[in-house]
């Protein structure tokens, strides 16, 4: 699929490496020194997401996770569990789990 950009060996494990970006039906993203690949995992199954960059880690509150997210892009809800509100924004919380079995199905 398109939105492979190539594989990953993390401590001996190789993993498909995602364009989050294009897998979600957005404009790629390019590849620059500042873009992160977060590894997923799911049963002993990984895959890296390439991201334009990471601001940080979050411990969330799950009760404050809206599950109502505006209307889009079929794919795009799909991979999402909902949205919360961080530092003045508001962000999305991927389904890593279905992103897997998504990526395995094909």
């Avoid at 699929?1 to 993993?15: C, D, K, L």
């Avoid at 799911?42 to 799950?62: E, F, P, Y």
Wanted: glycine letters at 6%; hydrophobic letters at 45%.
């Amino acid at each position: 699929p398109a939105y492979i950009e190539g594989v990953t060996n993390v401590r001996g494990t190789v993993s498909p490496v995602i364009n989050l970006s294009r897998f979600l039906g957005m404009q790629p993203s390019h590849i620059a020194s500042a873009c992160k690949i977060l590894i997923i995992d799911k049963d002993n199954i990984s895959a890296g997401l390439l991201v334009d960059a990471v601001d940080g880690i979050v411990q969330l509150d799950w009760e404050i996770l809206q599950h109502s997210l505006p209307e889009g892009a079929q794919r795009k809800v799909t991979f999402v569990k909902g949205e919360f509100q961080w530092r003045e924004r508001v962000v999305a919380l991927l389904d890593a789990e279905n992103i897997i079995d998504f990526q395995n199905s094909l």
